[in-house]
């Protein structure tokens, strides 16, 4: 896709969602689509901005892409044990359409996690089973050093709340708007055509 039609990005995404984001969310008991989803309720009840609402409804955007032929989702690859990348898969391929006011906050709500689990006791401990998982997977808590790294970085407070709505965006029982709530938020964030 060249072009920057509103609609046809935005229908691009929903499809993802629709078809790809019915899949189960890596052990927990809610699909790819309803994580999401929740998290972006979760950001926008808390006031946040536009494009944090955006980076929290698109995080896991990247556990959504085919990872090969045979149709797999790349998903499956983190529960076996091979860290995916989602959160840089995701953050990069959002990048064609969207600022980094968006995609940057995904592309860190992974390291957000492993930082969290340094920094704030108590905070592996809210963790669901799935997430302590992939926790390992993903290289575990950060070191002191790579932890006071992560925090100078300029979006990093952002990713840190992103990673605080992407923990708790795992209801069964939650009733949240659908992807289509979101639709004009995305169009307007698009970046625009030089």
């Known amino acids: 896709m060249t072009d920057r039609d509103p609609t046809e990005i935005v229908d691009l995404l929903a499809d ?6 019915g899949s189960e969310y890596l052990g927990e008991a809610v699909t790819q689509a309803e994580h999401m989803l929740q998290a972006a309720a979760c950001a926008e009840a808390a006031g946040a901005s536009s494009a944090l609402i955006a980076a929290a409804l698109l ?3 990247g556990h959504l892409f085919k990872s090969d032929s045979a149709g797999e989702i790349s998903g499956a690859e983190l529960m076996a044990g ?34 969290l689990c340094t920094v704030e006791p108590g905070y592996f401990d809210q963790l669901s089973e799935a997430s302590v998982y992939t926790l390992s997977v993903q290289g ?27 923990e708790a965006a795992k209801d069964p029982e939650a009733d949240v708007p659908d992807f289509d709530h979101y639709r004009a938020l995305l169009a307007d964030l698009l970046i625009p055509l030089l």
């Open 82 to 115: 091979t860290d995916n990348r989602h959160s840089h898969t995701g953050a990069d391929w959002l990048g064609a359409w969207f600022p980094d006011a968006v995609t940057e906050p995904v592309r860190l709500h992974v390291a957000a996690k492993r930082y």
């Open 140 to 166: 575990g808590p950060m070191s002191q050093e790579e932890a006071a790294e992560f925090a100078r970085g300029p979006y990093a407070r952002d990713a840190v709340t992103l990673r605080r709505w992407d």
């Open 16 to 21: 993802l969602f629709a078809e790809q984001g």
């Open 59 to 61: 995080h896991d955007v």
